[in-house]
């Protein structure tokens, strides 16, 4: 335990130049900071593009390609997929296809897992719910449409089809040169 | 006229679980003389999920979700210590491509991680959050990134047993050459911003001293093992990965107080840029995922795997019993072993400077209380 003359006499040390320097030299950056453009932006009115991976909070599901084999609901490290299938003439109807987002971490396992792409993650980001039961999805309100858009993540021929992302570095990047990067 | 005794009592504060300062929600039971500190009771567990349990419920593909949330605000290496365990548990090969994917990334959260261990170090000062921001602005550019990259901007889930789950997109690589081009200038400004602020100094100079002994006696690791002068880095004296193959100096401090942990913080992230040059410079194309089955099955026996994480020794200890879930799941927390030292360290000083010194540990409750 240290006394406090001592601990004065050790920071006064320090102190040769002249005081106030360094707050001046912060107070630079901050002007700069000042008379820079905003790298905000204003959310509700104005949205980014997010990601073609996004990983957004609800699922497009195709029924046609879907066989009910279950290897997402296996996947799925906390069982939140429920599948029930039915004998069908020559192939296996799914009768009951249903994602509790509530408990879902968006991981994505279940997405790539799929052998016949027939489940995909969406793009959407604003799913706030009442109750918790509407955060169950079921077969019916899975399914793509307008609204509903599946995301890139581990669909490489969607991801092509997306439009790019905003990224904050060129919008709030430092001027450079343009120069042709080459790919590795 | 006669001097009265004033009679004096310690004072007993519960700092937390709710305090903006305690980085989550940690719970310290202070006693103080006055305005000194004069005990400090750690209590955690606030965030306790049982992430030790419930992995060995699930397979070992599963798990990696979960190492997501141990160290949230360094998810890619939580990945990286994880998988590189059950590699080494497996004998799985990983490719070259992926191997610089994942130093690559890893070096970027490293940055990213230190970048908010700085903001918040003035955030404690009493900069109440403005400053804080020109961090989060370059965090916000590697954010972008890893969302690029696998989706999510918080919790990747990026690396899978025997390499990466994707590979980056065209538009990724001019990005994060840009980035690094652009980061050592805005290394710059934070330390035009704090290094040389006078009070900042006044505040963290000699503060909150950890002794050599002290932190070796306790296996402190990272950054806040590097401030008190010892030299010891696991990319560099445990060489895992393809660390070998870069050049990179390992920042030391000398003095062991809130300043040089700050330093070292700094210097470290200059480092990173290097390595993050040289990878871009050397890796090669072909293939960034390993050829393996849908279920990984280990044979029965024991690993332990550690990285050097933003926040220090990262460790994962598997016990597979040749099923496709571990038998045991166990992590070697960084934070919460350099935590260990916080009565040490905090003893006799004032309030104020207990939460720098605090603050400058840089602890994650996700990974302390798991």
């Known amino acids: ?83 029930v299938t039915r004998r069908g003439n020559n192939a296996y109807e799914v009768e009951k296809f249903e994602i509790d987002t509530g408990r879902c971490m968006f991981c994505g396992l279940c997405v790539e897992s799929c052998p016949y792409d027939a489940l995909c993650l969406g793009r959407g980001y604003e799913l706030a719910k009442y109750r918790r039961g509407d ?11 307008e609204k509903r858009k599946p995301s890139g993540y581990f669909r490489p021929k969607i991801e092509k089809t997306l439009p790019a992302q905003t990224l904050l570095i060129e919008r709030a990047g430092r001027k450079s040169r343009k120069k042709k990067e080459s790919v590795p | 006229m006669e001097a009265t005794e004033t009679r004096t009592e310690p004072f007993v504060i519960n700092l937390g679980p709710h305090h903006p300062s305690t980085h989550g929600v940690f719970r310290m039971r202070v006693t103080f003389d006055g305005e000194v500190v004069v005990d400090v009771e750690p209590m955690f567990g606030y965030l306790h999920r049982g992430i030790e349990k419930l992995a060995e419920g699930r397979t070992y593909t599963q798990i990696i979700p979960l190492t997501d949330r141990l160290d949230y605000l360094a998810s890619m290496t939580n990945n990286w210590g994880y998988v590189m365990a059950v590699e080494k548990l497996a004998g799985v090969p990983v490719p070259e491509r ?5 130093v690559i990334v890893g070096e970027m959260m490293r940055i990213s991680s230190h970048l908010l261990a700085t903001g918040f170090l003035i955030n404690e000062l009493g900069a109440f959050f403005t400053p804080l921001m020109y961090m989060y602005r370059e965090r916000e550019k590697i954010l ?100 070998d193959r870069f050049k990179f100096d390992i920042p030391v401090g000398t003095n062991g107080d809130v300043f040089d942990r700050y330093m070292c913080r700094i210097q470290e992230m200059r480092q990173c ?44 200890y598997l016990v597979s019993d040749n099923s496709i879930a571990p038998y045991r799941f166990h992590v070697r927390p960084s ?16 309030l104020a400077d207990l939460i720098v010194i605090f603050g400058s540990i840089d602890v994650v409750l996700g990974e302390i209380d798991r």
């Open chain 1, 1 to 83: 335990m240290k006394s406090e003359p001592e601990q004065k006499s050790k920071r006064s040390k320090d102190k040769k130049r002249v005081f106030g320097a360094g707050i001046a030299r912060g107070l630079r950056v901050t002007m700069k900071g000042l008379l820079g453009r905003a790298i905000t932006t204003s959310y509700p009115e104005h949205k980014l593009v997010v990601s073609k991976r996004f990983r957004g909070n609800e699922f497009v599901w195709y029924p046609a390609r879907c066989t009910g084999c279950s290897t997402c609901a296996k996947s799925c490290p906390h069982g939140n997929i429920e599948v």
């Open chain 1, 135 to 145: 955060l169950v999805l079921e077969k019916e309100a899975m399914q793509e449409s």
């Open chain 2, 98 to 102: 992926a191997e610089y994917l994942r």
């Open chain 2, 144 to 243: 972008d990134l890893f969302d690029m990259l696998c989706g999510q901007r918080l919790t990747y889930n990026y690396m899978r047993v025997g390499g990466v789950s994707h590979d980056p997109p065209p538009e990724f690589w001019p990005a994060v050459k840009r980035f690094v081009r652009e980061m050592p200038g805005y290394i710059d400004e934070y330390e035009g911003l704090v290094t040389t602020n006078e009070i900042v100094l006044a505040r963290t100079k000699d503060v909150g001293v950890l002794s050599k002994e002290l932190a070796i006696n306790a296996s402190a690791s990272g950054p806040f093992l590097r401030a008190t002068g010892v030299d010891w880095d696991l990319r560099r004296d445990d060489t895992y990965s393809i660390y």
């Open chain 2, 273 to 316: 840029c290097r390595i993050i040059e040289q990878a871009l410079q050397q890796i090669p194309r072909g293939e960034f995922r390993a050829r393996l089955p849908h279920l990984v099955r280990p044979p029965a026996g024991e690993v332990y795997g550690h990285i050097e994480a933003p926040r220090g020794e990262l460790g994962f």
């Open chain 2, 335 to 350: 934070t919460m072993i350099n935590l260990t030292t916080l009565r040490d360290l905090t003893i006799g000083w004032k």
